[in-house]
């Protein structure tokens, strides 16, 4: 699907948002600046968060409450920073895997991992503000 602008990218995971039932895992995978915390963000206003969504890049992780349904939590998570597959081990995201909660991937890409994922996001810029942006 294309995107003109971060609004059509955000809707985009609005629609996502409306098929998830909490328990799932997404995983994110877009160069720099293609958007993906642009559409977390649009993600957790839909299933219910009030929270200022913000990349991770720093925090590692970080926790959104949620009103959707049975989902209470986002998880949002990016490994950008990450070198191995025990840096997420030790992040415990298996811990936060549980009905109640969404969690988000940015970066999944960035180590050899097995992830678990109920879907992927690609994002790719399209030139300017445009966006690619492939649900698998």
Known sequence: ?????????????????STLHGGEVVLLVGDLGAGKTT???GLAAALGSTSRV??????????????????????????????????????????????DTVIVIEWPNAIAYDFRADH???????????????IQ
């Open 1 to 17: 699907m294309m995107t003109r602008n971060a609004d059509e990218t955000k809707k985009i995971a609005v629609d996502l948002a």
């Open 39 to 41: 559409f977390v963000q």
């Open 54 to 99: 913000k990349s991770p890049t720093f925090a590692v992780m970080n926790e959104y409450t949620a009103t959707f349904g049975a989902i209470r939590r986002i998880v949002h998570a990016d490994l950008y920073r990450f070198s191995s597959a025990d840096d997420v081990r030790a992040l415990a995201l298996d811990d936060e895997h549980r009905p």
């Open 120 to 134: 992927t996001v690609i994002i790719d810029h399209a030139g300017g503000d445009s966006r690619e942006v492939t």
